[in-house]
């Protein structure tokens, strides 16, 4: 009998809808008969990590994260497994009294762990996403695709290689850094090395529900779904979990 593939889903932080996002992955797992999934809100379980054979995780300005906690994750990936990145895991904010938003440079070892800190985004509008790497497997056969979603300015660390990007110059109005007046290329999607193991890192997927802007607004005005609604985000998904599965080394199945 074989044993089951042990995934951990860190799901949680602020601004966004992760009882959404939370649901929708694990549908997506549970496409896989041989994945158990347990879930948590932050990294604080670093024993449950450990026992885990590859991380996924969907956050935004995530609190608490403690410095024992970064060099766990830096050490789950330099051992030799994979971490599936989601949206806003690489983001830490601060909102100024003048209502600007701020992202400090702290968290190094997790940033360098992820290969990339988020920085800023302009307003969601509508943006083209590009295949940077058409032979690469996790996106091959993929069109450029047209996405409403947050853009992510960042700033990137380590080796990266690219795999689905964008373009944009201009504002992203709130945010501290607000001008980005060179036409860079934006990666949307990357795979970064780190020692024995890689770091995969997907920046769409943006969603927000009624209440997930408290205490800045009390009632949001719209149920933002962006990236989620397109079959091209939910085929790169499925995509990028069987990349993980890819990289878990099981003893055979004993007779």
């Known amino acids: 009998m074989s044993d089951p593939i042990n995934a951990y889903l860190v799901c949680g932080g602020r601004w966004h809808d992760f009882d959404f996002a939370r649901l929708e992955l694990l549908k997506l797992l549970g496409e896989h008969a041989d994945v158990r999934t347990q879930v ?45 990145a989601l949206h806003g895991t690489n983001s830490v904010m601060e909102f100024l009294e003048d209502g600007r938003v701020a992202t400090p440079r702290t968290h190094g070892t997790l940033m360098r762990t992820l290969g990339s800190q988020f920085i800023a985004h302009p307003l969601i509008a509508p943006y083209t996403v590009e295949n940077a790497k058409p032979e690469h497997p996790l996106v091959a056969g993929i069109e450029s695709f047209d996405v409403e979603d947050e853009l992510y300015l960042c700033e990137y660390h380590g080796e990266i290689e690219g795999l689905l990007s964008a373009r944009f110059t201009g504002k992203a109005l709130g945010f501290v850094e607000t001008d980005w007046p060179d036409d860079d290329v934006r990666w949307v999607m990357y795979v970064h090395p780190e020692g024995e193991g890689e770091v995969l890192y997907l920046t769409l997927g943006h969603c927000r529900g009624r209440f997930d802007m408290r205490p800045l607004i009390d009632i949001y005005p719209q149920v933002e779904r962006g990236s989620w609604e397109l079959p091209a985000y939910l085929e790169l998904l499925r995509r990028s979990l069987r990349w993980c599965l890819d990289g878990v080394e099981k003893p055979q199945a004993s007779a």
Do not use: H, M, N
């Open 40 to 84: 948590a809100p932050d990294y604080s379980d670093l024993d449950a990590l450990e026992a885990s054979d590859f991380l996924i995780t969907y956050t935004c300005d995530l609190e608490g994260i403690s410095e024992e906690q970064e060099k766990a994750l830096q050490a789950y990936v330099r051992g030799g497994r994979r971490w599936l």
